[in-house]
């Protein structure tokens, strides 16, 4: 725990340093007392600021040095001196030794500094000198899983369940049993160390399959007996406010927890199956859904094309995909590059995933009668600048988000379409006229998730010919390109699957005053597509096959997200 004089005195550095205002440092006091959190963890809480913030401030007023613990390489020399035990009971982490191996850096979060390195010195045998560094509680949670590893320790925790009796009086209590309850945290918390977006608790007929979603695949993580499955059902339910009575009906709840050093939201789905009631827990990590415009990972080009159509003061903004490619993200990504105290921002969305400080976001509720209809009929009536609407499913909601371009707001939305241009039949197909695409349309971009090769393992091939002529056509079409590709191995590092992460590819379709003359006329979608690439435009595929040469993906990845068929008749046509 930082010591008393920091406490007092961090909202002080903080609020003369501009970061914070005097409104928010004594909202962030009030609520302090309520939750007994310290202040720099109170004013991460309510997204006054963040976590690097607070280290920052901290480390300049320590005369210290703060560092970035996702921007470091542990040296393993200096990992090894310090037991894993110790590191993590202690909340610390050796980077590196000095040439002479007298000095070691340390990171620490910022609590109990003195008597922690007191410690280490100890269990060093005074040989070293310590040096320490200040990161972020949740960088410094991450790093120490990546150099010490982590596992999913359930065994002790089922014998615990087992000690209280194979057949407990009731659900009630069955719930009530705290080793379920540990049971149930330990499965949360390991999800979220492994980056998964969803936990799948599925019951078959004599035992339960836990699975995560991870980089968009699912990989089985545990087989229990179904006798854990009620206690464990029972749990999950009241953390997500549902009725534990009802078992025959879907129902649908949200859980809020601080683990692994940050705030982590839990959408959770529950539905009737043969064997029992199937639960699934989307995990929204705030820390990787909200990701700046440029830290997305997209070509200049590309990156370029979206901010201009977000530089637009008004007309209709379109994402298309399907399930599972990002939309959402991409979508906040945009708002969070617009969103500033000048501008208003409304969503409608279906439900609300990521609070955002500044944005006014509501949940498409049928209990509350709020539906996108009526939603958007209100927020019309709020002074909105920008508009969010989750998605466009019918005709009625479609000619509303076209009024509402028309009417001097910019709004953003999503359809399910295949490509981009795939999105003018899909949009005429719901009513709306070319004459109003062509005077409210900005653009339309689609895009996908392909999953990034681990860099630990990834092995250097040779390009097939089929391959090399694709390349050669959209990558370098000069005769003398020559560049390896790569593919998928499997390590340690990445559950040896060969891919660890993912990466977005996007078609950005940009509306210009040809196009809204073509728009007009019957349109053929290859005399669309022709007159897009005269401004820019490239294809999914050819996005993904730029990141195939630059190594990132292999073809096999491209191939399972991106159907090439269409380009590689283009290439192998004389």
Known sequence: MLAAADKSRLGEWMLAKGMITADQLEIALIEQQKHQLLLGQQLVRLHFVTDAMIRDVLAQHHAQESIDLQQVIVDPEALALVPEAFARQHKLLPL?????????????????????????????????????????????????????????????????????????????????????????????????????????????????????????????????????????????????????????????????????????????????????????????????????????????????????????????????????????????????????????????????????????????????????????????RQDPDIILIGEVRDESTAAMAVRAAMTGHLVMTTLHTNSATAAFSRLQDLGVSPHMMAGCLVGVIAQRLLRRLCRHCKRQTVADRALEQLLRHTCAPVQTWSRPVFEAEGCVHCRMSGYHGRLVIMEVLTMHAEMHAMLAQPMVMSQVQQQARLHGYTTLAEEGLQLVNAGETSVQELRRVVDLSALETEVASP
């Open 96 to 380: 590196d030794l000095s040439a002479d191996k007298q000095v070691m850096r340390v990171a620490l979060s910022g609590h109990n500094h003195m008597l922690v390195l007191d410690a280490l010195r100890h269990t060093l045998g005074g040989s070293i000198q310590l040096k320490s560094v200040l990161a972020t509680e949740a960088h410094l949670e991450q790093a120490l899983d990546k150099c010490y590893g982590h596992s999913l320790l359930l065994d002790s925790l089922l014998r615990e369940i087992e000690q209280e009796g194979n057949a407990p009086a009731s659900l009630a209590a069955q719930q009530a049993s705290r080793p379920v309850i540990r049971l149930v945290n330990a499965v949360l918390i390991d999800a979220v160390k492994q980056g998964a977006s969803d936990i799948h608790f599925e019951p078959e007929h004599a035992f339960l399959r836990i699975r995560y979603r991870i980089d968009g695949v699912l990989w089985q993580i545990r087989c229990l007996h179904d006798r854990y499955w009620p206690a464990m059902c029972v749990r999950l339910k009241i953390l997500a406010g549902m009725d534990i009575a009802e078992q025959r009906t879907p129902q649908d709840g949200r859980v809020n927890m601080f683990l692994c050093g940050r705030q982590i939201d839990f959408r959770v789905s529950s539905h009737p199956t043969l064997h029992g009631e199937n639960l699934v827990l989307r995990v929204l990590d705030r820390d990787k859904a909200i990701i700046p415009l440029a830290s997305m990972g997209l070509r200049a080009p590309q990156l370029q094309r979206v901010k201009n159509m977000l530089e637009k003061p008004e007309g209709l903004l379109i994402l298309t995909g399907p399930t599972g490619s990002g939309k959402t993200t991409t979508l906040y990504s945009m708002l969070g590059y617009l969103n500033h105290e000048h501008v208003n921002i409304m969503t409608l969305e279906d439900p609300v995933e990521y609070p955002h400080s500044l944005m006014r976001q509501t949940s498409v509720n049928a209990a509350n009668k709020v539906d996108f209809i009526n939603g958007i009929r209100a927020i019309l």
